[in-house]
Each structure stands twice: as C-alpha cells, then as structure tokens.
C-alpha cells in the first residue's frame, strides 16, 4: 500500500551535524515536512538536535513533520556481516534515540545487499512497523526481483521504494511495477545532470566525472526548458520529478537553494516538453557505491 508524504522533502546526505543547526530551521522556514537521512549518513544525531530546537521555535509539533532513516543492512563486500533479523529488529533504537524521537515516519532496509538474509531484514521491518516504531517501512534501490522476494515470502509489500531517478536515469520498467504495486516512489539523486552535483572535493562520485553535465550546457534541453520557463536548471529536473508523480528528497547546504528547490509550484512543464525530456533517458544513474550499482544486484 502506498502512503501518503510531503511531496517535496529535504535530503542530508553529506550534511555535517554541525550544518544541520541552520540547514534544518531554513528547511522548515522554507515549507519542508519531510527530512530523509540514514544510519550510514552518520547524522541522525545532528537531525534530531536540530530538529527539537527548529520544532519548538517555530511552534510545530512532531506531527507536523515526515522523518525518514534507513538501515544499513550490512555487505560482505565492504567486510560487514549482513544483519539478521534481531539485529535488524533492534536497529531503530539507535535511531530512534539519536532522532530524540518516539517513531520514525519511515524506515528503509538501504539497499538490497544481503542476498540471503534480505527476507528476514524485512519479516523484522514489519514487526517494527507493528510496534509503532516506524508508522510505515520501506525500502531503497531494490528492484522487481528483491519485491517478487517479498511477495513469495507471504509478507506485506514495501510502502515506498526510494531510487535514484532523473531525466538521464528514468527506471521505465521498474517505475511501472512499482506503480502496479501501489508502492510510493521517493526519487533521490534529482539533480545529477547538473555540474554542481556534488562538486566539492571529497563529494565527488567517480561516475558523474565520468558523464558530461547537461546542466549548464546551452544547448541541453534541460537548460533550454529552463531558460523557456524562467527557472533555474536545479527546478527543470525537480519539477520533472513531481510531474512524474514521485515524491523529492533534494540537498543542499545553501540557504538559496533551499528555498529554491522547494518553490516549484509558479510553473508546469508542458507535455510536449515531458516528453523531451523522456528523450535523454540514458538508463544509467550517476551515484557510484563501491560495490556497482545496488540495484543491479540479483
Ligand atoms: N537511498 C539511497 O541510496 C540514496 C542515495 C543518494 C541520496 N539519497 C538521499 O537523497 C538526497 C538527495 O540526493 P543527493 O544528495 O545525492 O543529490 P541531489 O539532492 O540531487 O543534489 C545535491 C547536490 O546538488 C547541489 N545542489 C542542490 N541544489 C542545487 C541548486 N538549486 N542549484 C545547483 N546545485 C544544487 C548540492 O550542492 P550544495 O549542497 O553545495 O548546494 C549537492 O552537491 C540525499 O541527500 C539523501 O537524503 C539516498
């Protein structure tokens, strides 16, 4: 079943503790309800002590606002053990103390690493679910033979699904079982075709050196349609995104664009530009794990 979240929500990955303090009220100011961040960001606790302060100042409540964590569910590849199911039930605490929180919104299995043990992981994201500790449960880049596992296994389907998708990176395929299924698609990684992608030292992923940005080049569509429509670039491929109907995660450090990546709501893209816009699908994403692509794994 799917469910039911802010349609444009605020991503931290590469966010430090210490930039979540103005990152976060700027957010809220801004119109943001939903925080996507992850065991493995390693800034739940940054999350959570901004988002105490940045609730009472500006007199919202818990309810007011969507909160989203993952599980790193382990991979023997990088030398971890893959969780079992208790390890995987007793995960949230953490969280949930680093978070200052009661129950998350959402909580999501990251990937589908553990070939073995990815049933159990899930069978104890459902008890999770069913102790109100996550009011819905998930997971992220899986594909349709990781769900199909599920659904063999009796269990219930993932509320969400959140992948990586963009113009260059559309999913057709997988984005149709998953509307089939009633599965929610949070869509990260929205602005990969842009030179500022993670451009800073150390941010960098090795895949997107490796693509040319459309993002500032004139003659790209996406630069076309966003000198067309009097948006930035960053606005084109995010407006993309909530026309296809998924849910957004955007990031960034900066107040301006901030607020920028969430006022997105002054222009449509028509549907002849849509479809230009389908055109430049080149299937492959530009986020690079060290151990390839997880969706790829069987
Ligand atoms: N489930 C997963 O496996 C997974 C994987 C990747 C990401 N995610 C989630 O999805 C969120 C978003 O993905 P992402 O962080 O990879 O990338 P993103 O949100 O698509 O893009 C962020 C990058 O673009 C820059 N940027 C942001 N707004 C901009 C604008 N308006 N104009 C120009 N440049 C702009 C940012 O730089 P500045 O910060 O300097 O502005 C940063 O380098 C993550 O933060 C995380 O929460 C999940």
């Known amino acids: 079943?799917?469910?039911?979240?802010?349609?444009?929500?605020?991503?931290?990955?590469?966010?430090?503790?210490?930039?979540?303090?103005?990152?976060?009220?700027?957010?809220?100011?801004?119109?943001?309800?939903?925080?996507?961040?992850?065991?493995?960001?390693?800034?739940?606790?940054?999350?959570?002590?901004?988002?105490?302060?940045?609730?009472?100042?500006?007199?919202?409540?818990?309810?007011?606002?969507?909160?989203?964590?993952?599980?790193?569910?382990?991979?023997?590849?990088?030398?971890?053990?893959?969780?079992?199911?208790?390890?995987?039930?007793?995960?949230?605490?953490?969280?949930?103390?680093?978070?200052?929180?009661?129950?998350?919104?959402?909580?999501?299995?990251?990937?589908?690493?553990?070939?073995?043990?990815?049933?159990?992981?899930?069978?104890?994201?459902?008890?999770?679910?069913r102790l109100g500790k996550a009011k819905s449960i998930g997971v992220s880049n899986y594909n349709q033979i990781h769900i199909e596992e599920i659904k063999s296994a009796g269990l219930p389907l993932p509320e969400a699904n959140q992948i990586e998708l963009h113009p260059w990176c559309q999913k057709t395929e997988l984005v149709s079982y998953l509307n089939q299924n009633d599965i929610s698609i949070i869509a990260f990684s929205s602005l990969v075709p842009l030179s500022t992608w993670r451009s800073k030292e150390g941010e960098k992923s090795s895949k997107s050196e490796q693509m040319k940005a459309d993002g500032e080049d004139p003659s790209s569509i996406i630069k076309v349609l966003a000198n067309k429509y009097r948006v930035s670039v960053a606005q084109i491929l995010l407006k993309w995104g909530l026309q296809k109907g998924y849910a957004i995660i955007p990031k960034s450090s900066k107040q301006d664009r901030i607020k920028q990546n969430i006022d997105l709501y002054s222009f449509e893209i028509d549907e002849t530009d849509m479809q230009k816009l389908s055109s430049i699908n080149r299937s492959d994403g530009g986020v690079a794990w060290p151990e390839g692509d997880p969706i790829l794994i069987n």
């Open 1 to 129: 079943m799917s469910i039911s979240l802010p349609k444009v929500g605020f991503g931290t990955y590469l966010i430090t503790n210490q930039e979540l303090e103005q990152a976060i009220p700027t957010a809220l100011k801004a119109g943001y309800r939903h925080i996507d961040t992850a065991q493995v960001y390693r800034n739940e606790e940054g999350v959570g002590f901004a988002l105490t302060k940045a609730l009472e100042d500006q007199g919202l409540s818990r309810e007011d606002v969507f909160i989203t964590t993952k599980v790193f569910p382990g991979n023997e590849a990088r030398g971890q053990s893959p969780m079992t199911y208790s390890d995987t039930l007793n995960s949230i605490e953490p969280s949930l103390e680093k978070l200052q929180l009661d129950y998350v919104d959402l909580y999501l299995i990251h990937a589908p690493f553990c070939k073995n043990e990815r049933v159990e992981q899930w069978r104890a994201l459902v008890e999770i679910r």
